[in-house]
């Protein structure tokens, strides 16, 4: 019998888990090809690589039926615009003010952030920026 926590009765939590897990090996080998260097746990890319695995599960990740997470809970496909995971990018920051002070930085594209609307993730020496605006 399948007991309650059960890896057989939790099986969609499973499916999910395999599918987030297959695209963190796919962008950490991604990483390792492009640049030579191996994103292991212990490196200060795992987290981002992890998060952005799970944006990529749940918007564009087709399941059985056909049919994205994000389609399935809003009714409408993801039209956010993506770079590639550990592109170097420009980005804008809005919060700057004055016309002769530059806007436009370089940083490092990590993701999509899902608790905000959508804006792009860019890590800087600083630390990192979430922005609307990114140009290649």
Same mark, same amino acid.
């Given at each position: 019998?399948?007991?309650? /926590?059960?890896?057989?009765?939790?099986? &969609?939590?499973?499916?999910?888990? %395999?599918?987030?897990?297959? $695209?963190?090996?796919?962008?950490?080998?991604?990483?390792?090809?492009?640049?030579?260097?191996?994103?292991?746990?212990?490196?200060?890319? $795992?987290?981002?690589?992890?998060?952005?695995?799970?944006?990529?599960?749940?918007?564009?990740?087709?399941?059985?039926? &056909?049919?994205?997470?994000?389609?399935?809970?809003? /009714?409408? %496909?993801?039209?956010?615009?993506?770079?590639? $995971? /550990?592109?170097?990018?420009? $980005?804008?920051? %809005?919060?700057?003010?004055?016309?002769?002070?530059?806007?436009?930085?370089?940083?490092?594209?990590? &993701?999509? %952030?899902?608790?905000?609307?959508?804006?792009?993730?860019?890590?800087?020496? /600083? &630390?990192?920026?979430?922005?609307?605006?990114?140009?290649?």
């Amino acid at each position: 019998p399948l007991g309650v /926590g059960s890896h057989q009765s939790i099986g &969609g939590a499973e499916k999910m888990h %395999d599918a987030v897990a297959s $695209f963190v090996r796919t962008l950490c080998e991604f990483l390792l090809n492009k640049t030579g260097v191996e994103i292991d746990p212990r490196h200060k890319l $795992f987290p981002w690589v992890i998060m952005h695995a799970t944006y990529l599960v749940g918007h564009w990740h087709q399941r059985r039926e &056909g049919l994205t997470a994000y389609r399935a809970l809003t /009714g409408r %496909d993801c039209d956010h615009a993506l770079c590639i $995971f /550990g592109e170097t990018v420009h $980005f804008k920051d %809005d919060e700057i003010a004055g016309k002769s002070k530059a806007k436009w930085f370089k940083g490092v594209w990590v &993701g999509i %952030d899902q608790r905000n609307t959508g804006g792009h993730i860019v890590l800087t020496t /600083g &630390g990192y920026e979430i922005c609307r605006s990114v140009s290649r």
